[in-house]
T-cell receptor, first 116, second 112 residues
Framework: NAGVMQNPRHLVRRRGQEARLRCSPMKGHSHVYWYRQLPEEGLKFMVYLQKENIIDESGMPKERFSAEFPKEGPSILRIQQVVRGDSAAYFC??????????????FGDGTRLSIL | RKEVEQDPGPFNVPEGATVAFNCTYSNSASQSFFWYRQDCRKEPKLLMSVYSSGNEDGRFTAQLNRASQYISLLIRDSKLSDSATYLCVVTPRAGNNRKLIWGLGTSLAVNP
């Protein structure tokens, strides 16, 4: 399966712990996007990355959240000192590295993060 | 005002019915438009892109009206498998910014 791979599918953390969510884009895709869907709410953009660069992080909370997409390996969304309000589904998407904004994004299965 | 607005529904229709969803967006510089569907809060799946001239894919027809900042999706001959949440999505402007701005979705239930 050459689709977008996210892991883990489910992640449980206690308040104050760290959560690391991983995303491997589709083969040949160099653009990665992270979205969050809170319970009973719509999807919200968090961050857009290309290899080794953050292009747009306007949707990231100012504290505790960070993202990276290293030259080698998956993209990582890191949440430090998690709180109950971080419980959500986190979706990663990828798209090809073209200059056209109408390239559709393909989504992974998501990581369901639950904070106890 | 939300950037992308949709009627949340739910729309309950019988099999075989025709149903239409509408969506409005606030940013007149929005560049690209899509309809995605989401089943039971699983990952969103692209249904179709929306082009200025309108486009059709089988039972699905999408229309874009830039002057009114309005997008529509028409589903003909509804199937039980069409039951899902339909998400209207726009990208805010041209160039390097490709983040997707999502509506909250319209819920469709197709009944036997």
């Amino acid at each position: 399966n050459a689709g977008v791979m996210q892991n883990p599918r489910h992640l449980v953390r206690r308040r104050g712990q760290e959560a690391r969510l991983r995303c491997s884009p589709m083969k040949g895709h160099s653009h990665v996007y992270w979205y969050r869907q809170l319970p009973e709410e719509g999807l919200k953009f968090m961050v857009y990355l290309q290899k080794e660069n953050i292009i747009d992080e306007s949707g990231m909370p100012k504290e505790r959240f960070s993202a990276e997409f290293p030259k080698e390996g998956p993209s990582i969304l890191r949440i430090q000192q998690v709180v109950r309000g971080d419980s959500a589904a986190y979706f990663c998407a990828s798209s090809p590295g073209t200059s056209y904004s109408n390239q559709p994004q393909h989504f992974g299965d998501g990581t369901r993060l639950s904070i106890l | 005002r939300k950037e992308v607005e949709q009627d949340p529904g739910p729309f309950n229709v019988p099999e075989g019915a025709t149903v239409a969803f509408n969506c409005t967006y606030s940013n007149s510089a929005s560049q690209s438009f899509f309809w995605y569907r989401q089943d039971c809060r699983k990952e969103p799946k692209l249904l179709m892109s929306v082009y200025s001239s309108g486009n059709e894919d089988g039972r699905f027809t999408a229309q874009l009206n830039r002057a009114s900042q309005y997008i529509s999706l028409l589903i003909r001959d509804s199937k039980l498998s069409d039951s899902a949440t339909y998400l209207c999505v726009v990208t805010p402007r041209a160039g390097n910014n490709r983040k997707l701005i999502w509506g909250l979705g319209t819920s469709l239930a197709v009944n036997p």
